[in-house]
């Protein structure tokens, strides 16, 4: 089956098409700044400008045309309301346009389930770490089971922040990681682990204060990188530990970051468990996850959605949805 996928929870609109596991095309259109961060309405308006000519180089790279197409899966949540909106009306209208099924599918679990369409990885936690979500996430008993998560913000919207208030623009990971790589100084920063949970409060006040005092930008985004990965690496292995699982799937832009790469393979290698690690272009934000994921739960229901079921789920989260397709 060909499978065209949409992805519009937020700063990037998406389209990737898949034949069954194989990639034809991954095309993104990102909303950046130059400073200051997303305006929702600003972020949907990019989508609508960007949503048909990229839908055109796709098919073009994919050498396909609509009619080649089987199935049009979504992303009908969590995200931002105005974007939602864009890739589901998209959606829809292309169904209708050419009489394809369609399904909309959950954002995050579709970070989750791209490590079973790249690797044989079934028993496995996922560490999921993007702008909006921190989780380290388990498959059990029929559902998604949230181990453990951030107790305030995601690290990625975090990360951003401070970013932001360093002048970098968004999205701030990368240029926070190109900084880091400059030093290696410390300086200690609020750790903050609870249970399974970590939290990133106080921890923004705390860098301003150093940097007005004159701690360099290099020191604190390497400082601020330490920090919050060995908190991130403590509570995925606590739930490798937990569950008895023998892998650790990385999920979601933060896990670009080749420092938080480095520091789960030296976890996983003390405990003799394997890491896996997507490549970037479907660790961010990305369609063809959305394709892949429709893949599976189209093929579960034997049908597509019913229209009146494909209202945006803005709010929806990892462990509310039922998974029917494993
Ligand atoms: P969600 O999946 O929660 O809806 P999202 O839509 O913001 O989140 P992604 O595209 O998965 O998510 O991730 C974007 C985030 O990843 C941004 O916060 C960005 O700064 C961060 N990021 C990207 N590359 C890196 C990097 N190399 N190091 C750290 N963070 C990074
Ligand atoms: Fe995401």
């Not at 000519?53 to 098919?59: N, P, Y």
């Not at 979504?74 to 209208?93: D, E, M, N, T, Y």
């Not at 060995?230 to 990385?250: D, F, I, S």
């Amino acid at each position: 089956m060909i499978v065209l996928g949409i992805e519009s929870t937020a700063h990037t609109f998406g389209i990737g098409v898949i034949k069954e596991k194989k990639i034809l095309v991954n095309k993104r259109d990102l909303f950046t700044t130059e400073e200051g961060g997303m305006v929702p309405a600003e972020v949907a308006d990019h989508h609508v400008d960007v949503c048909d000519g990229l839908l055109k180089k796709a098919l073009i790279e994919a050498k396909i045309n609509m009619n080649d197409v089987d199935l049009i899966a979504f992303s009908q949540g969590p995200g931002i309301g105005h974007c939602l909106k864009v890739g589901a009306f998209f959606a829809r209208a292309l169904s209708l346009k050419y009489d394809k099924p369609i399904v909309g599918v959950n954002h995050c679990v579709a970070h989750l389930e791209l490590g079973s369409m790249l690797f044989d990885c079934k028993d496995s936690v996922l560490l999921y770490v993007s702008g909006a979500n921190t989780q380290v996430i388990a498959y059990a008993g029929g559902t998604y089971r949230i181990f453990g998560e951030t107790l305030d913000m995601g690290v990625g919207n975090f990360i951003d922040a401070f970013a932001r208030y360093l002048g970098l623009g968004f999205p701030g990971g990368p240029k926070i990681e190109k900084l880091a790589s400059k030093t290696k100084e410390f300086v200690k920063l609020p750790y903050s682990v609870k249970g399974m949970d970590v939290s990133v409060g106080g921890m923004l006040t705390n860098m301003k204060r150093k940097y007005s005092s004159g701690v360099s930008k290099e020191v604190l985004c390497y400082s601020v990188q330490e920090t919050l990965f060995a908190m991130l690496v403590e509570v995925a292995e606590r739930a490798l530990a937990h569950c008895g699982k023998k892998g650790l799937v990385l999920g979601g832009g933060v896990a670009c970051n080749k420092r938080l790469q480095e520091m789960c393979k030296i976890m996983c290698i003390e405990r003799g468990a394997t890491l896996y690690v997507p490549p970037n272009d479907v660790l961010v934000d990305n369609a063809v996850m959305i394709a892949w994921l429709g893949l599976q739960k189209f093929s579960a229901q034997g049908r597509g959605d019913a229209y009146n079921s494909l209202k945006i789920r803005p709010y929806e989260r990892t462990d509310d949805v039922k998974v029917g397709w494993k």
